[in-house]
């Protein structure tokens, strides 16, 4: 009788040894192999021809005539938003996010309103009890939704029981890392089990039409914990940023085959749970009725959607031979040393003994590189101590010759500023004859937009 092979799995990266080592060869993390049994291999297994013997499968077309799925509104708009319009029936939708930042107070108010709509949902706890959930759901006032509540680790025991009746048009399991299938060892939570777990769950979600969500832990790095798998096994992937200390928080979408990857849907934690916020802008704009110096407001732009935030720069200057510190909050520090080699070489500006903060107000993130221009604007007004208009905007695309590039949609932006009262703005030449109602000034190089801003 063979005998079954011994295999170790990293937990970290999910990678087979099968030799125990303290570090793991792909991804350098120590003390995460773990045993596990290995399938027991038989000479008839080894020699077996996989092309005979099996089903025959129906082939369609890309052209065949064929149902496609309905969405299913949650019932928060910034929620479907970030999903494409909704869940789709049969899908499987994987959310990640830091410990305490509001993923299961989210899904409590969608599982709430898609019930209160209608719809039989089921939400499944492996954290909680039962009566913790209930008490979060009356706290939230969701006390009286019609929403099937369940306490439990077991798959197996999961399926068996939603199995039965009518399947549920959305299941809620929080979360998949506590999750637990018998039909392989290991503890829950480990590579295998998450896998063998989100696996099963999927294939019920596939075969019944129901929209399974699975709430996944991050690690300290924020990436989703768990082998790299389950985001490939998964339809969707959104991520639930935000800092605690703030009050909003941004729902990402990082993959979907439902729809695009660049809408983000902006919530504010209030005392009642998750309020949608229909214009962010003002989250991360500072009120003020006159100019400060080193601050520039910047129209960035998620998916379809222009945001507003103020950048603020601070330049101090240090005695002769001490060493300047650049520190950035928000932004990309590589790109922020690009701005400021372009400011000494084309700009004749010296920054070499003064030390450079730049901080994006509100704790938003910006990777959108039409903030070139605008954080240029708020180092020059810092170290030149002249404050920018304050019903003034900045953008554009800053090139390492000096050349001021147009971005994409700059119309967009114009509109979002016009709206939220702001009369100029500062942009790429090629953007200047755009006829939004805002006085527009346009920079071929960033030598011509420095001379303007120091008055010369």
Known sequence: MAKPQ????CQSCGSVSHRWAGQCADCAEWNTLVEEAGATVTPFQAKHNLQSGGRTMQLVGLDAEITLPERMPSGIAEFDRALGGGFVEGSATLIGGDPGIGKSTLLLQAAAKMALAGLPVAYVSGEEAADQVRLRARRLGLGHAPVMLAAATSTRDILTTLGKGTPPALLVIDSIQTMHSDLIEGAPG??????????????????RGTAVVLVGHVTKD???????VLEHMVDTVLSFEGERSHQYRILRAIKNRFGGTDEIGVF??????????????????????????????????EGTRPVLVEIQALVVRLASGATPRRAVVGWDSGRLAMVLAVLEARCGLSFSSSEVYLNIAGGYRVADPAADLAVAAALVSALSER?????????????????????AHGALRLKEAGKLGFERALVPAAVADDKSGLTLTGFKTLGGFVEHMLGR
């Open 6 to 9: 011994k295999r170790y799995v």
């Open 222 to 228: 924020g990436s989703i914990a768990g082998p790299r």
């Open 268 to 301: 504010a934690m209030v005392a009642e749970g998750l309020a949608e916020v229909s214009n962010p802008s003002a989250l991360f704009l500072t009120q003020r009725e006159e100019g400060v110096t080193g601050t520039t407001v910047f129209p960035a732009l």
């Open 190 to 207: 480990t590579v295998s089990q998450v896998r063998a777990s989100a696996q099963e769950l999927i294939r019920f979600a596939k075969e």
């Open 387 to 407: 404050p920018l208009a304050a019903d003034a905007v900045v953008f554009g695309e800053l090139a390492l010759s000096g050349e001021i590039r147009p971005v």
